[in-house]
């Protein structure tokens, strides 16, 4: 099990706002950690994009699951982890970090707030603490008691996007992905897509 990112964002009407972020990329190569990293935060946007207001979301890509919880303040949180990490255990402590983090961020930053603006550093330690989900479930056992939100399994990226919307578009419209992440997708996808027999 293993976790490799944690997001802090807000939801504005137009777009949303990556607040502060923490990231495990020492399982990727050297050279592709920039690119995973950035892969991570794109994604991350666009989940967070694409879920209402007061829900929490699972959503599947190829290994990977990408849980999301938005709440009604328009404060949003997004965690990165393989698809052997539970769920229940991930937004527990998403909702915590986000309490946390909605008491020591003042509201009024949120809108206009980056990670180079915002000053809290709990993430890091949150999400090297949270490796081990044992350290969590005292407070998943709380979580399901007065869970009252409904937690939806996607089964891919592509089940967010809209008719006619395709995520190779997204990539490459991206203002978030340099062009070297737009590489490095372009050569993942082939390298991940089916062979056809000539």
């Not at 372009?186 to 991940?192: G, H």
């Amino acid at each position: 099990m293993k976790l490799y990112s944690l997001s802090v964002l807000y939801k504005g009407e137009h777009k949303v706002v990556l607040l502060k972020a923490a990231y495990a990329v020492s399982s990727f190569s050297f050279f592709q950690r920039s690119s995973v990293q950035e892969f991570m935060t794109f994604t991350s946007q666009r989940i967070a994009e694409r879920s209402a207001k007061g829900s929490r979301a699972s959503v599947k890509e190829q290994e990977y699951l990408c849980h999301v919880y938005v709440r009604n303040d328009n404060l949003a949180g997004v965690v990165i982890a393989d698809s052997e990490y539970p769920s229940r255990v991930a937004f527990t402590w998403l909702e915590k970090v986000l309490d946390e983090f909605s008491k020591h961020v003042d509201r009024i930053e949120w809108p206009v707030g980056s990670p180079a603006s915002i000053h809290y550093t709990a993430l890091d330690d949150y999400l090297s603490r949270y490796q081990n989900p044992r350290e969590a479930d005292p407070m998943t056992k709380v979580q399901a008691e007065r869970d009252e939100t409904k937690i939806i399994l996607h089964n891919t990226m592509e089940s967010l996007l809209e008719p006619g919307e395709r995520l190779d578009d997204l990539v490459s419209k991206s203002e978030v992905l340099g062009t070297q992440s737009k590489a490095f997708y372009k050569t993942a996808r082939k390298q991940n897509s089916c062979c056809a027999i000539l």
